[in-house]
T-cell receptor, first 113, second 107 residues
Framework: DAGITQSPRHKVTETGTPVTLRCHQT?????MYWYRQDPGHGLRLIHY???????DKGEVSDGYSVSRSKTEDFLLTLESATSSQTSVYFC????????????FGPGTRLTVT | KNEVEQSPQNLTAQEGEFITINCSYS?????LHWLQQHPGGGIVSLFM???GKKKHGRLIATINIQEKHSSLHITASHPRDSAVYIC?????????FGTGTRLQVFP
C-alpha cells in the first residue's frame, strides 16, 4: 500500500469554526489531491498540488483553501465550516499527471453541525 | 449530462456469475481508471489503461477509444467482490469520476 495517511479520521465540528485536515505521504510523489465524496455525486476535486507551494483549484473549491509547504504534507482548510461541507474527504497522491495511477488515503469523515 | 457515465448504478449477482460494468465518457482522455471502494473503506486503484485490455486475477478491463467506452468484467464472482466500482478518466493532471456502480454478490 502507498504510504498515505489522513488526520483526523473523524471530526465533528460546529458551523462557523475553522477546520484543517492533513494529508501526509511517504512516497515523495509530486502530485497531491483533495476530493470530497457525497452520495449521488461521486468524487469531486477540491484542490490539487503539483509541487511545493504550487496549487490549483478543482471544481468545488469555494470555501476551501490548501497549503503545501513541503512535499509530504498537503493541508485542506475550511475557513468557516458550513453544514454543506459535511462529507467524506479523501486525499490522493500521484507520481505524475493524469496518466499515472492515483493512490488514495483512508478518508476523513467530517460532520458540521 | 455527466462527462463520465456508468451503468448499471446497482447490480446484484449470485456467486459464480460473470459480471460486466460499463463506463462511457464524452471527453478526450489520456487514460481511464477503474477503482474499487468497499463499504466504509478506502479506495483502491484496480486498473489504469489507455488502450486494449488488462487482466488481473478474475478482473478484466477493456477500453475502446473510438467508441469512448470501457468495461470492467469480473469472472466467477465472489461475495468479497461486493463493493462500489468507480470509473474515472483523465486528460492532463486531473481525474473526472463517474458516480459508481454498487455491486452485491450473494452466496
Amino acid at each position: 500500500d502507498a504510504g498515505i495517511t489522513q488526520s483526523p479520521r473523524h471530526k465533528v465540528t460546529e458551523t462557523g469554526t475553522p477546520v484543517t485536515l492533513r494529508c501526509h505521504q511517504t512516497e515523495n510523489h509530486r502530485y497531491m489531491y483533495w476530493y470530497r465524496q457525497d452520495p449521488g455525486h461521486g468524487l469531486r476535486l477540491i484542490h490539487y498540488s503539483y509541487g511545493v507551494k504550487d496549487t490549483d483549484k478543482g471544481e468545488v473549491s469555494d470555501g476551501y483553501s490548501v497549503s503545501r509547504s513541503k512535499t509530504e504534507d498537503f493541508l485542506l482548510t475550511l475557513e468557516s465550516a458550513t453544514s454543506s461541507q459535511t462529507s467524506v474527504y479523501f486525499c490522493a497522491i500521484s507520481g505524475g499527471q493524469g496518466d499515472r495511477e492515483q493512490y488514495f488515503g483512508p478518508g476523513t469523515r467530517l460532520t458540521v453541525t | 449530462k455527466n462527462e463520465v457515465e456508468q451503468s448499471p448504478q446497482n447490480l446484484t449477482a449470485q456467486e459464480g456469475e460473470f459480471i460486466t460494468i460499463n463506463c462511457s465518457y464524452s471527453v478526450g482522455i489520456s487514460a481511464l481508471h477503474w477503482l474499487q471502494q468497499h463499504p466504509g473503506g478506502g479506495i483502491v486503484s484496480l486498473f489504469m489503461l489507455s488502450s486494449g485490455k488488462k487482466k488481473h486475477g478474475r478482473l478484466i478491463a477493456t477500453i475502446n477509444i473510438q467508441e469512448k467506452h470501457s468495461s470492467l468484467h469480473i469472472t466467477a464472482s465472489h461475495p468479497r467482490d461486493s463493493a462500489v466500482y468507480i470509473c474515472a478518466v483523465s486528460d492532463t493532471d486531473k481525474l473526472i469520476f463517474g458516480t459508481g456502480t454498487r455491486l452485491q454478490v450473494f452466496p
